[in-house]
């Protein structure tokens, strides 16, 4: 037990050391106009920090296209001066990461020995992704931490005698996870197929009612965030949006030979793979609601999928490499792409040397419906920040079964 807080304070010591030399020397080297309006780089965002500001203006945080989970997570920040919200925000994105690994560390316990851990752990904090994004303090970092709590108390629910309270905790976080954002969809539906598969009816049972509870929060999200007037041919709140314009990325992504979304700096943003594919998707809607001005989201997206089924069938070929790897350039992909096919050897052999478990299961189908979505829907290596952590865990084993491997020759 001793080893293992000290491992833990030692991971979390060397993840604020990186976090915070890595800032400052990107404070020192980017200019301080920021991106995307936001006046610092530390503020990339995706509209909560802007809503929170409005919130605690006296503005509201429903009907404005985004959940409102890390809007009212991010309000706290506005009773700060100005010139500090940029790192009271780094300081909130650390502590969710700490919390993400108190939590992982109370997971891996079961499977998984200290030093496998430790290895598991430095193969998370020198990610290159979860490094750049939580210094960038986007909502990943938040469903990092949201997902890893949801895994320890379903599996608690399976495994221990408090059925009930666990499965109440798990169900809890997984809602409020959708009200962020509705990432963690398919994760239910992953986990009754591991059930029915395991032939296991308790597991499939808990993940039949996280289902229903999941769809309802869903329906509930929607109706209080939907975007009025504007959402019904957009898709913002089910992914349509987003699933259309990834699918012309891909296409300029493999045309143009920049493996890159590009930039909305002003510089470069009109000659971006990213720029031309929102421009691409906006005519497309455009002359689509022209001909089909009653539509909904669902059949614009089944109209969309018919007539452009080689796009869509190549986006789905591809996306499950860059949910991990893609980024604004083209080196943050090489880079990413390094550290991905470490972070994937070693989750292969730590799976295989695992006992078999159905908790590993469990964990695995976790992590593979939460990445499901983005592969389906919208990629980008920023997403797969949320299940790094979980992924850790294996990759840790593996790591220390290769590193006994070279030691014994």
Same mark, same amino acid.
């Given at each position: ?82 010139? *500090? ?6 300081? $909130? ?12 560390? $109370? ?14 752990? %430095? ?12 210094? #960038? ?25 408090? %059925? ?84 012309? $990325?891909?296409?300029?992504? *493999?045309?143009?030979? #920049?493996?890159? #979304? ?38 614009? *997206? ?20 860059? /949910? ?23 989750? /292969? ?22 990445? $499901? ?35 014994? #020759?």
């Amino acid at each position: 037990m001793l080893e293992s807080t000290k491992n833990l304070k030692v991971l979390i010591l060397l993840h604020i050391l990186t976090i915070v030399v890595s800032a400052a020397v990107l404070t020192f080297l980017i200019p301080p106009q920021g991106y995307s309006g936001t006046g610092h780089f530390l503020l990339e965002d995706d509209g909560y920090y802007r809503i929170s500001e409005e919130f605690v203006g006296g503005g509201s945080l429903f009907y404005r296209g985004r959940g409102f989970g890390l809007a009212l997570i991010y309000s706290a920040i506005h009773f700060f001066p100005n010139s *500090l919200h940029p790192y009271v925000r780094l300081i $909130l994105s650390l502590t969710f990461n700490i919390f993400t690994l108190v939590i992982l560390r $109370l997971i891996a316990s079961r499977y998984i020995t200290d030093r496998e851990f430790f290895l598991g752990g %430095v193969l998370l904090i020198f990610n290159p992704a979860f490094v750049h994004f939580t210094i #960038k303090s986007v909502p990943d970092n938040y469903l990092a931490f949201f997902v890893t709590c949801f895994a320890y108390f379903f599996l608690k629910s399976y495994y221990s005698d408090s %059925v009930v309270l666990c499965f109440v905790i798990a169900s809890l976080v997984l809602v409020f996870s959708i009200f962020i954002r509705p990432s963690v969809l398919l994760i239910p539906p992953v986990l009754m197929l591991i059930g029915i598969v395991n032939r296991n009816r308790k597991l499939f049972i808990l993940a039949f009612i996280l289902l229903m509870i999941c769809m309802s929060a869903f329906m509930a999200f929607r109706t209080v965030t939907d975007l009025k007037g504007e959402d019904n041919k957009a898709g913002y709140t089910t992914g349509v949006h987003d699933f259309i314009w990834d699918t012309y $990325l891909i296409e300029n992504i *493999l045309r143009s030979g #920049k493996i890159e #979304k590009g930039t909305y700096l002003p510089a470069h943003s009109v000659e971006s793979n990213q720029h031309d594919a929102i421009r691409r998707y906006r005519a497309w809607r455009d002359a689509y609601s022209m001909k089909n001005p009653d539509s909904g989201s669902y059949r614009v *997206l089944l109209d969309f999928i018919r007539e452009n089924p080689v796009s869509v069938t190549i986006k789905f070929c591809v996306n499950p490499i860059f /949910v991990f790897t893609l980024g604004s350039r083209t080196i943050e992909f090489y880079i990413n792409l390094v550290f991905t096919a470490l972070l994937m050897g070693f989750l /292969v052999i730590g799976i295989r040397h695992m006992e078999r478990d159905l908790g590993v299961w469990i964990i695995l189908g976790i992590g593979g419906g939460y990445l $499901l979505t983005f592969v389906i829907i919208h990629v980008a290596a920023r997403y797969s920040v949320g299940i790094i952590a979980l992924l850790s865990i294996f990759a840790g084993k593996g790591f220390q079964t290769v590193l006994r491997k070279i030691g014994n #020759k």
